[in-house]
């Protein structure tokens, strides 16, 4: 038999199949031991099995799709997992999806990332909002201005390339992930992370899981048309969702055994929900990827589809809604979830410290630029090597650059440097140096108008600006201004400028001498001002703008109530010097919810051709101050006050103060005072307090109240008069909308004084 047993089984036995030859005493006792062990090994089994399935614990991996606003669900889907108690060890997103995805893998909870988004103004986000505050004294008149600018180049109007930089995102995501700003492989981030770009030159795939994050994230969702591009490592980026926007192949790839996706894109719509270009947009991106989607959706272990579809993809006002679409999604696989979960370990939630992150900068380098200087840009930022910043000197720096549109691509990155920070400006110069603006624009003193305007940047030197404003309509005004910007450094240029009207009013510059002479209560006059002015200027302390210049100024005046007599009453040019000081921090220049603002002038009138044969020198100097306070989120109040005075020996009078009406642009010394018509009250000196109560009933809607008082009388200030009961009132009501060509106002007011209201019309920026 054992033969047999041989000849079957020819291999050699097991160890544990051999016979066992003679076996010495010290091996029968070791047997003994072994015997007497083997219960216990037997009790031991289970924990060390499960010590094994312990250390293979399978890796979950995490998609979140792009959709834009849609993408909020992501939050809500974020909460959920957390509440499961669902460890995530990978994270791979699109858009949307790239920016809470990059949040969270950089250490935020989904309850801070829900707080980020919720007290985010995505208003601002899409405009690319730039704070008043960081925009030039020229850059900000140019905002009151004008309603529309294109770029001109050879003789053709062209489009802007996007409708933001990104620039505010940018801001903010670089703020956001300051703990991790210097990590450059986005595996070594708390949760590792990739996303998804797309390379619109060449159409392909980027992935993106090494370089500066916020600049990643920024990337994967510039969607085309209403973001610019993005330039990394040479190549020129837009929204992943074109190509993928759903990377689950990628995230197996990191390494996850269990994928969790969440997909808010839209499936393709009709042609009746296709109203706007945002969605044409949306699907033409979505074409390919809802043909591909049943694939992906196959290599997703557990998929997740909040039901977002009633939202587009700029719905950010209505991202609460959409969080709680994405908890509701979650919570219907909530058991499968609670299936990933290790009961034998405390599982720890994503937080990031919030506290005010400062920023020690090493030095500062730029990129080799051909038409703006070093001194120019650092003037721009307002620090220099070797300073302590905020994230909000830094985002008022950038926003400084970004206001003077002469770079289509900002970008910037945070290097260490010797346990400090190198802060890496990358700057691309606009290629277009000529622009087209267009202004709309009523009100009763100069009556409508449409505003051309022609811009040519660097014309003839490095930083310099060309500007002109013409003025076509009821009556033809121009501006020319050019002028060299050398930030803190000393800037120079010379100004042009033409302003006419004709209009009835009460005042005849002459104390109602002629008015009395026609027996007439109200003068026809047209009026012509021609003012050449060659300035220097320069930023004081980072915030004044002081300036001194001379200027040569044209006057005339004539009218056809004078019958016989000469019809023109002053021809006559003036030379004066000037100097002015300026500070203004409203965030808005109409309607303002905070901030302060002074300016000061001083003009000396030097010679004169003297038509009148009344001149004598002469000193005009006139200030004015203003404070606006929030009272809530919607009713402000703004108190102004301003004074004006002559010096010297009586001379001409039309340079006199003179009061009424709304809505102007003002020149030489018009001043607007509700309760009166135009031009109504005059004299050489005046003091002038207003009273606004704003009320932003609904968005970009305004209600207000408002109350002037004034003293207006010649040599006021010598007789002290100005500290007396107010000689004029004047009261207003009203109700203005802020619109795309500028506010367009209307108004009712009325003065104790007098038997009558008056009616105030305006539409658009004065000009």
Known sequence: MQKESLAINPKPLAISQKPLAKISLFGKAYLTFAYCLLPIAFL?????????????????????????????????VLKVLEEAGVKVDYIAGTSMGAVIGGLYASGYSATQIDSIFYNTDFDELLQDYIPRSSKSFYEKRNDQMYALTLPFNKLKIGVPIALSKGMYNYNLLSKLTHKVRHIRDFNKLPIPFLCIATDIEKGEQV????????????????????????????????????????????????????????????????RNSLKDATQILV????????????????????????????????????????????????????QQLKKLTDTTIVYKLNEVKVKKDFLQVKSISINKLD???????????????????????????????????????????????????????????????????????YDGLYKSAVLANITQKKSLFKNDVASLDLGLGDNIRYNFDYYIDNGFYWSFGIKSRFNTFNKNVTTD????????????????????DLTNQVYMQTVFIQKFLIGAGIEHKLLRIKSDNLGNINPTFEKSSYLSVFGYMTYDSFDNKLFPKKGWMFTGDIHSFLLSSDYTNEFNRFTIAKGEIGVVKSINKKLTVKVQSEVGFSIGEDSVPFFDFVLGGYGFNTVNNFKPFYGYDFLSIAGDSYFKSCFTLDYEFYKKNHFNLAANYANVQDQLFENGNWLSKPTYNGYAVGYAIESIIGPVEIKYSWSPELNRGYAYFAVGFSF
């Open 509 to 528: 510059f002459r104390n109602g001498e002629l008015l009395s002479q026609l027996g007439l209560n109200a003068i026809n006059i047209d009026f012509s």
């Open 207 to 270: 992935i993106l899981k090494e370089g500066y994050l916020a600049q990643a994230m920024l990337a994967s969702s510039a969607f085309p048309s209403l973001f610019s591009p993005v330039e990394i490592d040479g190549k020129l980026l837009i929204d992943g969702g074109v190509v993928n926007n759903y990377p689950v192949e990628e995230i197996r790839k990191m390494g996850a055994d269990i994928v969790i996706g969440v997909d808010v894109q839209d499936d393709l719509k009709d």
């Open 371 to 441: 038409n703006y200087t070093r001194a120019y840009v650092l003037g721009k930022l307002r620090f220099n090597n070797g300073k302590k910043i905020t994230y909000e000197d830094l985002k008022t720096g950038i926003n400084n650059i970004n206001a003077t549109q002469n770079f289509s691509r900002i970008s910037y990155t945070l290097e260490r440097k010797e346990n400090e920070d190198e802060l890496k400006l990358s700057l691309t110069e606009n290629p277009t140096k000529t622009f087209l603006k267009f202004g709309l624009h």
């Open 283 to 334: 699907q033409i991106t979505n074409l390919d990827m809802v043909k591909i989607m049943k694939d992906k959706q196959k290599l997703t272990d557990i998929y997740i589809k909040p039901e977002v579809s009633d939202y587009g993809v700029i719905s950010f006002n209505e991202g609460q809604e959409i969080v709680k679409k994405g908890e509701e999604a979650t919570f219907g696989v909530y």
């Open 44 to 76: 031991l089994l289970p924990i060390t099995s499960f010590s094994q399935e312990i250390t293979k614990r399978p890796k979950i991996g995490l998609v979140l799709s792009g959709g834009g606003a849609k993408g909020f669900a992501h939050i809500g």
